[in-house]
């Protein structure tokens, strides 16, 4: 999927409603755009949080963990700059609220464009929570190689402990393995 593409298109599109609309529409509707703004950039902070899987390391493929590291340090960056995107719509909104009570001389020209700003941030910031959704389901793969790869090395340590246990008991009965 090509989210360039996908970004550039929904900040089109928000711009575009959003001044089309005008400030009007924007402050009529500010509490529940905060709170849909508001709940994206508590979605991120929670997904802030999310640790690495608990494995023992040793047992890991040394390049399924590089891959699993980088993808999480990739996945990072972008929680980042989508909480400030995020932080910056949340104070964009204000701003539109301010402005529809000054009594300045060109509020409507002032507030077109601060509300078409608001809407090319909502379009980013929700191409952005796309984005993070499909780089979460990439995390998700990568740390599913990295789990079967440790079980794998589990598994291969236990037979290797059985076959040993066989050879010794072979060796006591002093039968020579082939």
Same mark, same amino acid.
């Given at each position: 999927?090509n989210?360039?593409?996908l970004?550039?298109?929904?900040?089109f599109? +928000?711009g575009f !409603?959003?001044?089309s609309?005008?400030?009007?529409?924007?402050v009529?509707?500010?509490? !529940?755009?905060?709170?849909?703004v508001s709940?994206?950039?508590?979605? #991120?902070?929670?997904r802030? *949080?999310?640790? &690495?899987?608990s494995? $023992?390391?040793?047992?890991?493929?040394?390049?399924?963990?590089s891959n %699993?590291?980088?993808?999480?340090?990739? /996945?990072?960056? !972008?929680?980042? #700059?989508?909480? /400030?995107?995020?932080?910056?719509? #949340?104070?964009? #909104?204000?701003?539109? +609220?301010? /402005?529809?009570?000054?009594?300045?001389?060109?509020?409507?020209q &002032?507030?077109f464009a601060?509300?078409s700003?608001?809407g090319? %941030?909502f379009? %980013?910031?929700?191409?952005?929570?796309?984005?993070?959704?499909w780089? $979460?389901?990439d995390i998700?793969?990568?740390?599913r190689a990295?789990?079967?790869?440790a079980?794998? *090395?589990v598994e291969?340590?236990?037979?290797?402990?059985?076959?040993?246990?066989?050879?010794?008991?072979?060796?006591?009965v002093?039968?020579?393995?082939?």
């Amino acid at each position: 999927m090509n989210f360039l593409a996908l970004s550039v298109i929904l900040m089109f599109l +928000g711009g575009f !409603a959003l001044g089309s609309a005008g400030s009007d529409f924007v402050v009529h509707n500010i509490s !529940a755009l905060l709170s849909v703004v508001s709940i994206m950039a508590a979605a #991120i902070l929670v997904r802030l *949080n999310r640790g &690495v899987p608990s494995v $023992d390391w040793k047992s890991v493929a040394p390049d399924y963990l590089s891959n %699993l590291l980088d993808g999480i340090e990739k /996945i990072t960056r !972008a929680y980042v #700059i989508t909480f /400030i995107v995020a932080l910056v719509c #949340i104070g964009t #909104i204000f701003a539109v +609220g301010l /402005i529809d009570g000054s009594q300045m001389v060109y509020k409507a020209q &002032v507030a077109f464009a601060i509300t078409s700003i608001f809407g090319i %941030l909502f379009g %980013l910031l929700s191409s952005r929570m796309v984005y993070i959704i499909w780089l $979460d389901l990439d995390i998700v793969r990568l740390q599913r190689a990295v789990i079967m790869s440790a079980a794998e *090395n589990v598994e291969v340590e236990q037979q290797k402990q059985i076959a040993y246990k066989k050879i010794d008991a072979m060796e006591k009965v002093r039968i020579t393995p082939l």
